[in-house]
């Protein structure tokens, strides 16, 4: 293999680059607590797929949370209704029919 001495500082930035993009995908993947920004690309999904899903899906407390006027969704949460999407749908749909249950009665 014949390295031409010109590059050999470009492999050095390499390795640097590397290990960034290693350091930041290792972070991404523990923060627990994430924007709809970061869920949305997280998911792969749009930010106005997230607010719906927000709106008709997730349940607050459980896949998100408002603190202080920003919501923050659970990275956990979302990933056990990525796997169990089928579960999570029931659970959502017998709360939800619980409070029309109380609602009508109102």
Same mark, same amino acid.
């Given at each position: ?45 749009? #930010? ?5 899903? #927000? ?12 603190? /202080? ?14 796997? /169990?999407?089928? #579960? ?5 749909? /017998? ?8 609602? /009508?009665?109102?």
């Amino acid at each position: 293999m014949n390295i031409e001495f010109e590059n050999l500082n470009l492999i050095k930035q390499l390795v640097n680059d590397m290990q960034l993009l290693k350091h930041s995908l290792i972070n991404s993947n523990e923060k627990r607590w994430m924007s709809v920004k970061e869920i949305a690309q997280y998911l792969s999904y749009s #930010k106005d797929r997230i607010y719906k899903l #927000k709106d008709t899906t997730f349940i607050e407390g459980i896949h998100f949370y408002k603190k /202080s006027g920003k919501i923050l969704f659970d990275r956990v949460a979302i990933d056990e209704w990525v796997i /169990s999407k089928e #579960k999570t749908n029931e659970i959502n749909q /017998s709360q939800r029919q619980v409070v029309d249950n109380i609602l /009508s009665s109102i």
